[in-house]
């Protein structure tokens, strides 16, 4: 079965500045999809960025960027000039490619950003 | 266009008592999910709509917990009777095709 960890359950930066919440992952399959979620305290949770397996380019979407490393599993997420607006909870989340296409997520990590 | 609601936005309950939990999906979105995140712990998939026929729900717990979804359209998740294992955030999601899911902003549920 595929499991995703998410092993800092708290994080902090400082305003401007630049953090990388990290995940990692197992899987057997070979093309599978990982995301990264955003949920602001008290609202829904919106897709920061995607990473198709099969592409060996790491997805970018302005000021958040992924360090995708097939071999070694790990799928963690860089953010850059970091906003007060980051301040979430950040969930890893691995989604197969046949079945039923259900998430399979990580605990989470909180971000803080200190002004 | 509308996001995904769910409705109550939170929900407590005395142990053995029932509630159900509404869900109503982006209009067209035939995909519809079930997940609950038990406090500090991952967020676990409990099933999937495709239109009104349930494809999977080998992530429900037991018994206690029936969801349907009528005509397609909205869902719901019913709990009877609640315990206190129950307590959580329960999130729907919806998506149009496989690529990705749209989530609500989750009901969270305070079994006493």
């Known amino acids: 079965a595929q499991t995703v960890t998410q092993s800092q359950p708290e994080m902090s930066v400082q305003e401007a500045e630049t953090v990388t919440l990290s995940c990692t992952y197992d899987?057997?399959?070979?093309?599978?999809?990982l995301f990264w979620y955003k949920q602001p305290p008290s609202r829904q949770m919106i897709l920061v960025i995607r990473?198709?397996?099969?592409?060996?380019q790491n997805a970018t979407e302005n000021r958040f960027s992924v360090n995708f490393q097939k071999a070694a599993k790990s799928f963690s997420l860089k953010i850059s000039d970091s906003q007060l607006g980051d301040a979430a909870m950040y969930f890893c989340a691995y989604r197969g490619t046949s079945g039923t296409y259900k998430y399979i997520f990580g605990t989470g990590t909180r971000l803080k950003v200190l002004a | 266009e509308a996001g995904v609601t769910q409705f109550p936005s939170h929900s407590v309950i005395e142990k053995g008592q029932t509630v159900t939990l509404r869900c109503d999906p982006i209009s067209g979105h035939d995909n519809l999910y079930w997940y609950r995140r038990v406090m500090g712990k991952e967020i676990k998939f409990l099933l999937h709509f495709v239109k009104e026929s349930k494809q999977d729900e080998s992530g429900m717990p037991n018994n206690r917990f029936l969801a349907e979804r009528t005509g397609g359209t909205y869902s719901t998740l019913k709990v009877q009777p609640a315990e206190l294992e129950d307590s959580g955030v329960y999130f729907c999601?919806?998506?149009?095709?496989?690529?990705?899911?749209?989530f609500g902003p989750g009901t969270r549920l305070t079994v006493t």
């Open positions: 999601a919806s998506s149009q095709d496989f690529y990705e899911q749209y």
């Open positions: 990473q198709e397996a099969y592409k060996q």
């Open positions: 899987t057997s399959e070979s093309d599978y999809y």
